[in-house]
């Protein structure tokens, strides 16, 4: 059965870092574009970056750019995001997701969704 599953999330300090892991289960990732999403509560959830299938393109919301990087390691069947100088606004559960293309997509594409992993980042 299809699965994805985030990890790596926590609480940090301002200013601090962690790498969020999305391993697929059930199918190989190396031919869908994958996406970060986060949700705080009470908001909507809102894309913070993707990934093409072969990994040579890259989008960043704007809050993110500069601070997060996403990265893919298709043999592993594992997407990344590298979060550093964290935020307290970077505060959420994150989401990451799988799209039918191979090329990032609007949110609307993106079919099958992980359970999401908490990031807290507070002093």
């Known amino acids: 059965q299809l699965q994805l599953v985030e990890s790596g999330g926590g609480l940090v300090q301002p200013g601090g870092s962690l790498r969020l892991s999305c391993v697929a289960s059930?199918?190989?990732?190396?031919?869908?574009?994958i996406a970060w999403f986060r949700q705080a509560p009470g908001k909507e959830r809102e894309g913070v970056s993707c990934?093409?299938?072969?990994?040579?393109?890259?989008d960043y919301a704007d809050p993110v750019k500069g601070r997060f990087t996403i990265s893919r390691d298709n043999a592993k069947n594992t997407v990344y995001l590298q979060m550093n100088s964290l935020k307290p606004e970077d505060t959420a559960i994150y989401y990451c997701?799988?799209?039918?293309?191979?090329?990032?997509?609007?949110?609307?594409?993106?079919?099958?969704w992980g359970q999401g992993t908490q990031v807290t980042v507070s002093s």
């Open positions: 997701a799988a799209t039918r293309f191979t090329v990032c997509q609007s949110r609307r594409e993106y079919d099958f």
């Open positions: 059930g199918f190989t990732l190396d031919n869908n574009a």
């Open positions: 990934i093409s299938s072969s990994g040579d393109r890259k």
